[in-house]
């Protein structure tokens, strides 16, 4: 996945056919909506790489190219980092809870500002590297920013008190650091790693978590359980 245009491709329409699946399993748990259509997202994200895959091999024109190029940078660095605390926002059950995410969702945003900013400045540039493409945005302070973003998309997940959400934290946690330092310049073009390992465990737990077991339901927080006073 990810090593040519057809892998983004294939690998795009897999992750798009997940998202499906994890769509229709969810089983009545409606605010899992927006989570079971990542995988769909995430899947168009690896298949808009293919159009700058094929722009840089002169499969497509030019203006084709820049316009995935933008699509690809512009989700990658200014959405998912506001998406991904939003949803954890959105599936947590208490308002303690709740304002543990707010930051994130503030850092996030931040965060996709300051790339956008960035990329609007210096108009970025993409070429193929080995197996992967490099984009460059001219980033002043990249390692900064970079553990920023991780934790704005990483964050909120560990904290959930959904403990599936807490694992997946950890497991995307752990891909991210192997990417990072197996590739930096490709680490964006990489991505798509992180998308087979949502999608994935997305489905999984549609597909075969249900209402009411361990790990569907929100930890309970202490403030909720002190006895009313008479």
């Known amino acids: 996945m990810c090593f040519s245009a057809e892998g983004d491709l294939v690998g795009g329409l897999v992750v798009m056919a997940i998202g499906v699946d994890a769509c229709r399993h969810l089983k009545?748990?409606?605010?899992?909506?927006?989570?079971?259509?990542?995988?769909?997202?995430?899947?168009?994200h690896q298949i808009d790489e293919a159009f700058v895959w094929w722009s840089l091999r002169g499969l497509v024109s030019h203006p084709?190219?820049?316009?995935?190029?933008?699509?690809?940078?512009?989700?990658?660095?200014?959405?998912?980092?506001?998406?991904?605390?939003?949803?954890?926002?959105g599936l947590e059950r208490t308002p303690?809870?709740?304002?543990?995410?707010?930051?994130?969702?503030?850092?996030?945003?931040?965060?996709?500002?300051?790339?956008?900013?960035?990329m609007i400045r210096?108009?970025?540039?993409?070429?193929?590297?080995?197996?992967?493409?490099?984009?460059?945005?001219?980033?002043?302070?990249?390692?900064?920013?970079?553990?920023l973003y991780v934790v704005a998309t990483c964050g909120p997940l560990l904290i959930?008190?959904?403990?599936?959400?807490?694992?997946?934290?950890?497991?995307?946690?752990?891909?991210l650091t192997v990417l990072a330092r197996l590739s930096a310049d490709g680490f964006t073009s990489l991505w798509c790693f992180y998308a087979a390992l949502a999608s994935g465990a997305i489905a999984l737990f549609l597909r075969f978590g249900q209402p009411g077991l361990p790990g569907d339901e929100p930890a309970v927080d202490a403030s909720s359980t002190r006895p009313a006073l008479p």
């Open 28 to 44: 009545g748990r409606s605010e899992y909506l927006f989570v079971a259509a990542l995988p769909i997202a995430l899947g168009l």
């Open 64 to 89: 084709i190219g820049q316009i995935a190029l933008w699509i690809y940078l512009v989700f990658a660095f200014v959405a998912l980092p506001v998406l991904i605390p939003l949803l954890v926002l």
């Open 96 to 118: 303690a809870r709740r304002w543990r995410v707010v930051p994130f969702v503030a850092l996030g945003a931040l965060v996709g500002a300051i790339l956008l900013e960035t």
């Open 122 to 147: 210096n108009h970025p540039s993409a070429q193929i590297g080995n197996y992967h493409i490099t984009y460059s945005i001219g980033l002043r302070h990249g390692v900064l920013i970079v553990g």
């Open 160 to 175: 959930s008190g959904f403990r599936h959400l807490v694992w997946f934290g950890v497991s995307n946690l752990i891909a």
